[in-house]
Nanobody
């Protein structure tokens, strides 16, 4: 499956932004979708994951009260809605697809579990 992330940009602290991840090539609805981010000089960080049917989500603590992951299988698209953005949210945001089922957070956050990755979209939050 090919993934294309979009929707990034330059925003101010406190603003909201919605990223999209469009999938093509294979049946989108069989893949759980994860979102990761990577700031300069840092390792790629897990943000959250949504199951293939959208029923289950996982979030890292730093975003769980501000970010929401959703998906529309009819449109082959996953979304990351980011609210109350902070300068420390500045990073390149990547979406990823995983055909496996994860039953716990430890599985969901492991970037090596994901089979396909999008190219990333830059989000910059100014103070």
């Amino acid at each position: 499956v090919q993934l294309q992330a979009s929707g990034g940009g330059l925003v101010r602290a406190g603003d909201s932004l919605r990223l999209s991840c469009a999938a093509s090539g294979r049946t989108f609805s069989i893949y759980a979708m994860g979102w990761f981010r990577q700031a300069p000089g840092k390792e790629r960080e897990f943000i959250g994951r949504i199951s293939a049917n959208g029923a289950n989500t996982y979030y890292t603590d730093s975003v769980k009260d501000r970010f929401i992951i959703s998906r529309d299988n009819a449109k082959n698209t996953a979304y990351l809605k980011m609210n109350s953005l902070k300068p420390e949210d500045t990073a390149v945001y990547h979406c990823a697809a995983d055909q496996k089922i994860c039953l716990n957070y430890g599985c969901a956050e492991g970037r090596h579990n994901y089979d396909y990755w999008g190219q990333g979209t830059q989000v910059t939050v100014s103070s």
